[in-house]
């Protein structure tokens, strides 16, 4: 007996510009949801932010966003992803404040 094929939703066609250094093809819903969720969140178009929550659901988006603790968010996304997603403010400010973020965070900040 082979093994059951895998589902593999595709992604919609918009969302390919985002995936440029992928073959975008062959990436899937399933598969690949932790990638396709950065991503948007962190370079999604406002289309695409609709299509990802429509399609993850905001109590998930909220446990995703939750279980990285913010990482690969701007403190502005995650401020923005606080009212939307109804997140703790202290929890999103115990994030923002984490020591490696704001290393990050200030790296395009102008010099004084």
């Known amino acids: ?40 969140l962190e370079h999604g178009a406002w289309r695409d932010l609709l299509w990802l929550r429509h399609t993850l659901g905001d109590e998930a988006l909220r446990g995703w966003i939750a279980k990285r603790q913010g990482r690969g968010l701007s403190a502005r996304d995650l401020r923005f992803w606080e009212v939307v997603l109804r997140i703790p403010h202290a929890q999103v400010t115990a994030w923002i404040e984490q020591p490696g973020k704001a290393i990050w965070e200030r790296r395009t900040a102008p010099r004084p």
Do not use: Q
């Not at 593999?8 to 396709?36: G, H, I, M, N, Q």
């Open 1 to 40: 007996m082979s093994p059951r094929p895998r589902s593999r939703t595709k992604l919609p066609e918009a969302l390919r510009p985002l995936f440029w250094e992928y073959d975008f093809d062959e990436l899937s819903w399933e598969e690949d949801l932790d990638l396709v969720a950065g991503k948007v």
